[in-house]
């Protein structure tokens, strides 16, 4: 068979490890070839592709970003891209696709598999929030590498008599922020699922500081959201996919907790820090036994599927099912963190 390989959305740390992995056990065990797709769908629209085999996927396994390159491309957003798709996979000769990417993505690939496209879809994002899989790979590694920064950052809390306010990534899901704030012995964590009052915010610091220090780390994900008619939040642009260009809820907690203490309040905000560099040994096993778990599947003819972790196994879930709904922070896991604030 010839099968491209695509990578969309955000780069991810663990996903060269999954084109590793598919291509070397697709060609060393089923003789398969493989077509690697740049950009994302907008390499599969135009037909811009490069040659994948077991020698050119050598040494990839621990490298972060995407050999195949990224982007947010969304074919339906154009009235000929359906079709633009097609006729490449057509021309090139390709029997079948395995598309990695998040929600918007599999999306996509959800909406071709029902057009009659063979593809089969492995879940990505560092955001943790598919709901069809108990985690994608580069969850672990943007969390590790969160918790290294606030670590760091409780030095200078600590030595200041600082509020060191911390922006993770999470758009709409505050994993990150959940895991990385209380891995990392965070005072407060907000999350886009939970609105927050921000004199709850101040009241829980001044709780802590009432032995006359002023030293707290505050985690907030950056699509967080203050309750109505609390704070103003700046509108940016949007995606391809339709969603806000994020950022700037960090500094607004810094400069509200400020405002109202009078403390030294600093913001960091990780960004894109935290989705960049090696994947951590749990990300690169998730990635390859999903890669291997999605050239099975090719394989196989199961076609319209998702590769998916439950419990320790890789099973198959329908690609309608992988993008139903977001996987986000459910109430009692909030809870817990709220154990620690304050
Ligand atoms: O892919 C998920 C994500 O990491 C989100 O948490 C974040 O909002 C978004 O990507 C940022 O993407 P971009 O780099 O395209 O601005």
Redesign the pocket.
Known sequence: MRIGILTG????PGLNAVIRAVVRKGEAEHGHEFVGFLHGWRGVMEGETIPLSIDTTRGILARGGTILLSS?TNPYRSEDGPTQVRATLARLGIDALIAIG?EDTLGVARRLGEEGVAVVGVPK???NDLSATDVTFGFDT?VQTAVDAIDRLHTTAESHDRVMVVEV???HAGW?ALHSGMAGGANVVLIPERPFDIDEVVAHLEARHGDGRHSSIVVVA??ATPKEGTLALQAGGV?DFG?A???GIGNLVTDAIAARTGWDTRATILG?VI?GGTPTAYDRMLATRFGLGAIDAVDDGDFGVMVALRGTDIVRVPLADAVAELKTVPPERYAEAEVFFG
């Not at 959305?9 to 991810?12: F, P």
């Open positions: 959305g955000g780069d991810c947010r998040g994002t560092i955001d943007a990534m999470g758009r990150i950056e699509g995606d969603h260009r994020l950022g894109h989705r």
